[in-house]
Nanobody, 121 residues
Framework: QVELVESGGGLVQPGGSLRLSCVAS????????WDWYRQAPGNQRELVAS???????FYADSVKGRFTISRDNAKNTVYLQMSSLKLEDTAAYYC????????WGSGYDYWGQGTQVTVSS
């Protein structure tokens, strides 16, 4: 079983920065990709950023140029550096890991419990 634990959320003023972390533990054979999603009250969960095993990244238009996703393979950890935060970035942020736990078969999605980011003056 794979477990994800996120940290780094909190209250920040507009224009401020936060760095989210997500650590995976358990038996992981290989990682396909990491995602960061967010969900604000009343909204659907949306993909914010993604990083594939080869290092390619994806960002939602709303965060391009402000957020950076990175990873530490040795620590099974993904980060989301968030800068120039806006009120509309307020949401619960969730990390998702797609990985294989055996040498055969497909990758599965695992989710963290979420960490709250509140941008407010």
């Amino acid at each position: 079983q794979v477990e994800l634990v996120e940290s780094g959320g909190g209250l920040v003023q507009p224009g401020g920065s936060l760095r989210l972390s997500c650590v995976a533990s358990g038996t992981i054979f290989s990682i396909n990709y990491w995602d960061w999603y967010r969900q604000a009250p009343g909204n659907q969960r949306e993909l914010v950023a993604s990083i594939a095993s080869g290092g390619s990244t994806f960002y939602a238009d709303s965060v391009k140029g402000r957020f950076t996703i990175s990873r530490d393979n040795a620590k099974n950890t993904v980060y989301l550096q968030m800068s120039s935060l806006k009120l509309e970035d307020t949401a619960a942020y969730y990390c998702n890991l797609n990985c294989k736990v055996k040498s055969w078969g497909s990758g599965y999605d695992y989710w963290g419990q979420g960490t709250q980011v509140t941008v407010s003056s």
